[in-house]
């Protein structure tokens, strides 16, 4: 079995993969690119699990060599199973490349990572909508705690069937997309790619192109600027279904503190002015402390020896006070 792990940058997919894997990872660039991908095993019920871990990326659609790789290796079916890694606390976001990536007809298992970070922000998460809306599993996880990592490996094993979420586009694209498929026998992902440009057939893109051109004439958007725009919405739809803020919870650490304006300009004034009586007041007492110490144990016993002129060649403001004192 192999099981791969997409999603974008900075979300803990990495970590997890790290704590799935343990030692032993081996890290090769995919065929015929520069481009690296880490692989590992793991091992479940007596069972060996390959795991990948691609490259973190926004879209499938720009044209980078790590979103030309991702799009590859899902275009050729090349695992068992999708580990779709989502960083909760930017769901709407991160679930932009989760319905791009559903389109391609894989087995997934979704995981809302950072879980500790969106209960610290006040934010409430409740997975259920999302997993009905999506017909597949969807785990909370806290990364950087090990929580629920556990659960990952169990439910992509179960992972027997795509998601069932179809991204709800523009009329004359949905329209687009029933036309080609009858035209070309194309599935609902291939008309989409088609659309924006993707394929290797040629006929099959000129007919798409066509059609983008018909499309762009009823509208003041490119195919692609609409059909980014649907998936955006419906991202934002899903994301206020799971997402709900609340009262975020107090913190006590001092950077929270020091980094509001209330009290944290107050006290940054504070400290500018205790810095200012500090050298002003320690600074006076240490400098009569040296004159002190300089006429007791310099001048004194200079003026005392029958040394004045040294005492004087000093020329130290005290000189002619010690004298007076000395008679």
Known sequence: ???????????????????????GVEVSNYPGTTVELQRGNTCFQREMIELVDLPGIYSLEGDSDEESLVRRYLDQHETDAIIAVVNVTRLERNLYLLLQVAEYGLPMVVVLNMADEAIQQGLEIDPGPLRDLLGVDVI??????????????????????????????????????????????????????????????????????????????RHRMTAAQIIAANRHNFARQLADLTIREETPLPRTDLDSILTRVIPGIPILLGILVGMLLLVFIAGSFLEELIVEFFEI????PFLALGLPPLAEALEHPSYSRSRQALG
Do not use: C, W
């Open 140 to 217: 909370l996880t806290a990364a950087s705690q090990g929580k629920n990592i556990d659960r990952i490996i169990p439910a992509a094993l179960a992972a027997t069937r795509p998601s069932k979420v179809e991204v709800p586009y523009d009329h004359h694209v949905e329209a687009a997309i029933r036309s080609l498929g009858k035209m070309f026998g194309a599935d609902r992902k291939e008309s989409i790619q088609a659309l924006l440009g993707f394929g290797d057939n040629p006929e099959f893109l000129e007919a798409a192109r066509t059609i983008v051109d018909e499309i762009e004439s």
């Open 297 to 300: 144990f310099a001048l004194q």
């Open 1 to 23: 079995m192999r099981f791969a792990l997409v999603g974008n940058p900075s979300v803990g997919k990495s970590l997890i993969f790290n704590q799935l894997t343990g030692l």
